[in-house]
């Protein structure tokens, strides 16, 4: 009996929570940032000003717990896609678009991108966005004590009828120290009907010599999509790593009708992670040692760098948004990452019965999945990024075991980490120091 009972509670709901959680519905999957250029010139410069197919959101009014604007939808955006994205905002939140419900977003940690095509028209377009009042999230969100209403940098954004969709790598380090590279581009139609498009790739080196370029041509039926993978051959002393930050450089363009859609050029490292038992890391198939510092996830360039010079390899990011800026400057610089799912339940405190921590509470389950999901999906292209904390704070229960099953299902090397777990299965080994 006395083995029984743990069991039950381990595995009971918890109590009433403030708010039933809503999932979110109208969002986009989650992927790293993707900015489409009209030119090469344009992509090889990579502005982040307004542009012929992108319209930063700079100016918006807010009443109450309501943040509205205006953009305009030019007739040169009709045919196309129309994306909006929002990088964070202060909790969970409602979309509406000319008066209409766009899209809900359960974690306003991370960034959201809805597909306005239907809801926007031709000319002046009205875009609210709508934060919960009070936040339906607050108990997973801890760290965070009555945030006044923000928002983070929004941008409404025109992609072809069959756009790229997200960039993925993986890294292979063969028998003589050399690396395979696989480049997966992924490509996704919103046509009702087939759509056949063509896909330009080249890669460069450091030094700007092209290592591999081609074209496939892409056929996607109904709202499809599909992968497209080449490879290429990377020298050891060229991969990625906290000693020599190399990145190469990947130009990719799409083609409709003979016309030149989209141009994207961005920078891509490569690198190749291993864990030991031990629970030591290898990138490129030698052990380093992560020198930690715990930090926010809003660090200037200025600040990563200084980091870098006083000693520390690797920063653990606390729970929030995560700025763009400073992952690409732990790419430059070769800073490691272990990003930070946005689960903080200290205030519930560490109890598994009934009316404890929602860890254990399945009505939360789809949440943190989300949110772990989320993080993996909006970080997971910047070579900087070498590890996966599935939450922080939190207890633990039912649903940190189905996040830590969920992610590693995935196709991937890096560790998904809980460091409270306690012993417990649910979180990979990873030795770190401070």
């Known amino acids: 009996m006395r083995r029984i009972l743990p069991i039950i509670a381990l595995f009971s709901l918890c109590g009433a929570t403030a708010q039933e959680y809503i999932p979110s519905y109208g969002l986009e999957r989650p992927r790293s940032e993707i900015r489409i250029y009209p ?3 344009e992509a090889a410069a990579a502005g982040r000003g307004a542009d012929r197919y992108c319209t930063p959101l700079t100016e918006w009014t807010l009443e109450g717990n309501t943040f509205s604007t ?3 939808v030019p007739f040169a955006w009709i045919n196309r896609q129309v994306l909006f994205r929002l990088e964070w905002a202060s909790c969970d939140y409602e979309i509406r678009v000319n008066g209409r419900t766009a899209a809900y977003n359960a974690d306003g940690n991370a960034p959201a991108e809805v597909d306005l095509t ?3 028209k031709e000319g002046r ?9 009070p936040a339906v999230a607050a108990v997973l969100e801890s760290w965070k004590e009555h945030p006044a209403p923000e928002i983070g940098q929004a941008w409404v954004m025109s992609q072809p009828t069959l756009r790229i969709r997200d960039i993925r790598s993986r890294t292979r380090i063969g028998e003589d120290g050399d690396a395979t590279a696989e480049v997966a581009v992924v490509v996704k139609t919103g046509s009702l009907n087939p759509r056949t498009s063509r896909l330009h790739y080249t890669l460069l080196s450091p030094s700007g010599e092209t290592v591999t370029t081609g074209t496939r041509s892409v056929t996607l039926g109904m709202r499809g999509e599909d992968t497209v993978r080449f490879l290429a051959r990377i020298p050891y002393d060229s991969l990625w790593s906290d000693t020599r930050a190399t990145q190469y450089r990947l130009l990719l363009k799409t083609q409709h009708e003979g016309r030149y859609v989209e141009y994207i050029d961005r920078p891509i490292g490569f690198r190749s992670i291993a864990m030991q038992e031990d629970g030591t890391m290898e990138i490129n198939g030698r052990s380093v040692t992560l020198h930690t510092r715990e930090v926010p996830g809003n660090l200037t360039p200025e600040q990563v760098a200084d980091l870098r010079r006083a000693g520390c390899n690797t920063i653990r990011l606390l729970p929030g948004p995560v700025s763009e800026q400073m992952l690409t400057a ?3 610089c070769g800073m ?5 799912a946005p689960v903080d339940t200290r205030r519930s405190g560490d109890s598994r019965r009934v009316g404890g921590n929602p860890s254990n509470n399945p009505a939360w389950r789809d949440a943190y999945i989300e949110r772990a999901e989320n993080s993996y999906y909006t970080l997971q292209g910047h070579p900087s990024v070498v590890a996966f904390s599935l939450a922080t704070c939190s207890a633990n229960g039912i649903n940190l075991y189905e996040s830590y099953l969920r992610m590693k299902s995935l196709p991937e090397q890096r560790p998904f980490i809980y460091p409270e ?3 417990e299965w649910n ?3 990873l030795k770190t120091t401070k």
């Not at 377009?125 to 009042?133: D, G, P």
């Not at 490691?336 to 930070?340: G, S």
């Open 336 to 340: 490691y990452v272990i990003a930070q």
């Open 421 to 423: 777990a306690g012993g």
């Open 330 to 332: 732990c790419d430059t």
């Open 118 to 120: 239907k809801l926007a």
């Open 125 to 133: 377009n009205t875009l609210e966005v709508v934060l919960s009042e």
């Open 39 to 41: 030119t090469a010139e």
């Open 427 to 429: 979180s990979d080994h």
């Open 70 to 72: 205006h953009f305009t």
